[in-house]
């Protein structure tokens, strides 16, 4: 993967640490209110071994509130700002599904690549977009939308369906030019629990797009609806849902607890005999 002329070497996993400027994300803790609070949580990420930051200025939890263009950028360009002035080298992704913001990210906030929760469904210029701006790109199956993707999903099979979607909005990408993909399977946007523990279990086929596989469990309903507990509890299940999916072939876990994940990549780079 190629960020801005540098190659990040995805060989051994790496770590994308979540952080939410937005005052009603699913999780308090990855919320950041002002700058004092950004920086703190970048240094925090950074110190406990994460590679990526990934910056979201729009809740895509079930029912959250609608939050325009304007306001999303607003609340985007000056934390990507103070991050760049103060870690000039730190790589930044940017959680957006509006190709308009991610220009602006991109050429304004000198982000590094753009993480898109609905792989181009939801705005038919994102590819376009990413082709001129010429960033990695995270491609993530969802299906219908943020606030409605929740609302009874259904599948024939999950597994060949998702394979299928992102199959061909690769294809699509790559006629536009696009190099640099990562692929996400979308746990928990558009699917039941049972869908995405089908999904988990198969993660390894996704390996055939030829495409580094991004993963995001953290905390999720996926972990805490099934143990019948709530975010807050939740850790101890994401470790063990990322410790699956890296030895399925995950290269890159999007989590709230750096840590803990990069102690996981260790602990299974051990056992894969990776030192």
């Given at each position: 993967?190629?960020?801005?002329?540098?190659?990040?070497?995805?060989?051994?996993?790496?770590?994308?640490?979540?952080?939410?400027?937005?005052p009603d994300s699913f999780f308090a803790a990855s919320r950041v209110g002002d700058h004092t609070a950004?920086?703190?949580?970048?240094?925090?990420?950074?110190?406990?071994?994460?590679?990526?930051?990934?910056?979201?200025?729009?809740?895509?939890?079930?029912?959250?509130?609608?939050?325009?263009?304007?306001?999303?950028?607003?609340?985007?360009?000056?934390?990507?700002?103070?991050?760049?002035?103060?870690?000039?080298?730190?790589?930044?992704?940017?959680?957006?599904?509006?190709?308009?913001?991610?220009?602006?990210?991109?050429?304004?906030?000198?982000?590094?690549?753009?993480?898109?929760?609905?792989?181009?469904?939801?705005?038919?210029?994102?590819?376009?977009?990413?082709?001129?701006?010429?960033?990695?790109?995270?491609?993530?199956?969802?299906?219908?939308?943020?606030?409605?993707?929740?609302?009874?999903?259904?599948?024939?099979?999950?597994?060949?369906?998702?394979?299928?979607?992102?199959?061909?909005?690769?294809?699509?990408?790559?006629?536009?030019?696009?190099?640099?993909i990562l692929i996400d399977p979308g746990f928990g946007f558009g699917k039941t629990i049972s869908h995405?523990?089908?999904?988990?279990?198969?993660?390894?086929?996704?390996?055939?797009?030829?495409?580094?596989?991004?993963?995001?469990?953290?905390?999720k309903s996926m972990i805490y609806k099934l143990l019948d507990l709530d975010p807050e509890a939740a850790?101890?299940?994401?470790?063990?849902?990322?410790?699956?999916?890296?030895?399925?072939?995950?290269?890159?876990?999007?989590?709230?607890?750096?840590?803990?994940?990069?102690?996981?990549?260790?602990?299974?780079?051990?056992?894969?005999?990776?030192?």
């Amino acid at each position: 993967m190629v960020c801005r002329g540098r190659l990040i070497d995805l060989s051994r996993p790496r770590v994308m640490g979540i952080v939410n400027v937005t005052p009603d994300s699913f999780f308090a803790a990855s919320r950041v209110g002002d700058h004092t609070a950004l920086l703190k949580r970048a240094e925090q990420i950074l110190e406990e071994g994460g590679t990526l930051l990934d910056l979201g200025a729009y809740s895509t939890r079930p029912g959250a509130a609608e939050v325009s263009e304007e306001e999303e950028v607003q609340r985007l360009l000056p934390a990507l700002e103070t991050l760049r002035k103060h870690y000039p080298d730190l790589l930044l992704s940017v959680d957006t599904f509006r190709s308009a913001v991610a220009r602006k990210a991109v050429r304004e906030g000198e982000a590094d690549l753009i993480n898109d929760v609905s792989g181009g469904s939801l705005d038919t210029n994102m590819f376009d977009t990413i082709a001129a701006l010429k960033v990695p790109y995270v491609l993530m199956h969802i299906q219908g939308s943020p606030r409605t993707m929740q609302t009874a999903p259904t599948y024939q099979n999950v597994v060949a369906e998702v394979s299928l979607w992102l199959a061909q909005r690769v294809d699509a990408l790559r006629k536009k030019g696009v190099a640099d993909i990562l692929i996400d399977p979308g746990f928990g946007f558009g699917k039941t629990i049972s869908h995405n523990y089908q999904l988990l279990n198969h993660l390894n086929e996704l390996s055939l797009l030829a495409y580094p596989l991004l993963v995001g469990f953290s905390r999720k309903s996926m972990i805490y609806k099934l143990l019948d507990l709530d975010p807050e509890a939740a850790l101890n299940g994401t470790t063990v849902l990322n410790t699956i999916a890296l030895q399925k072939g995950a290269k890159i876990l999007r989590v709230h607890d750096v840590k803990e994940a990069v102690e996981c990549v260790k602990l299974v780079g051990q056992l894969n005999g990776v030192e």
